[in-house]
């Protein structure tokens, strides 16, 4: 069965960082690309950022562009997102999402981390 | 705002059809990209509904239709039960972006 796991959201000051985690298991991770997708409170689902299955392409929003990095160890099964100079903006729950072979949409989802920046 | 359309909400009484549009432009849906929909109950895990524009994953009733024609999409529901009620948001490429992207998310409440 597959599984996947976010962990890492929690309050940060406006201008703060946080690393977010999601562990996939029941899957041959390294074979597929991942994502994190976020919702606001009150608002649509929004892709933030992409990374291919070896971790070599990665791919961003132009709203996180500069300020998210993503990343993944293979050898972990885990998916990793960096968020620094985070904005009131980025308050949303962030999902982690496995791709298809077809690079164009998700099978899987986690259940998310909630992200709120407050002061 | 988001980049693809669709309806805040839709209701329909049990055994009801219902169908839930999604509407984008030349750069997404207009251009090819195909368009995929996922179900979401809140405090659970998005699932995916329909790929490929009309394609079930093992799992999802046949009550689950969905269509592309032109600059949109619809999903269709038919035979409404209680367990439909939720959050549905479609998705698709947009070329000019260079992003994936989402519809606003469409709540259906069966009455």
């Known amino acids: 069965e597959v599984q996947l796991l976010e962990s890492g959201g929690g309050l940060v000051q406006p201008g703060g960082s946080l690393r977010l985690s999601c562990a996939a298991s029941g899957f041959t991770f390294s074979n597929y690309a991942m994502s994190w997708v976020r919702q606001a409170p009150g608002k649509g689902l929004e892709w933030v950022s992409a990374?291919?299955?070896?971790?070599?392409?990665?791919y961003y929003a132009d709203s996180v562009r500069g300020r998210f990095t993503i990343s993944r160890d293979n050898s972990k099964n885990t998916l990793y997102l960096q968020m620094s100079s985070l904005t009131a903006e980025d308050t949303a729950v962030y999902y982690c999402?496995?791709?298809?072979?077809?690079?164009?949409?998700?099978?899987?989802w986690g259940q998310g981390t909630l992200v709120t920046v407050s002061s | 705002q988001s980049v693809l359309t669709q309806p805040p909400s839709v209701s329909g009484a049990p055994g009801q059809r219902v169908t839930i549009s999604c509407t984008g432009s030349s750069t997404n849906i207009g251009a090819g990209y195909d368009v995929h929909w996922y179900k979401y109950v809140a405090g659970t895990a998005p699932k995916l509904l329909i790929y490929g524009n009309n394609n079930r994953p093992s799992g999802v009733p046949d009550r689950f239709s969905g269509s592309k024609s032109g600059t949109s999409a619809s999903l269709a529901i038919s035979g409404l039960q209680a367990e439909d009620e939720a959050d549905y948001h479609c998705q698709s490429y947009d070329r000019s972006l260079s992003a994936l992207v989402f519809g606003g998310g469409t709540k259906l409440t069966v009455l």
């Open positions: 990374i291919s299955d070896s971790g070599g392409t990665t």
């Open positions: 999402a496995k791709h298809t072979t077809n690079w164009y949409y998700f099978d899987y």
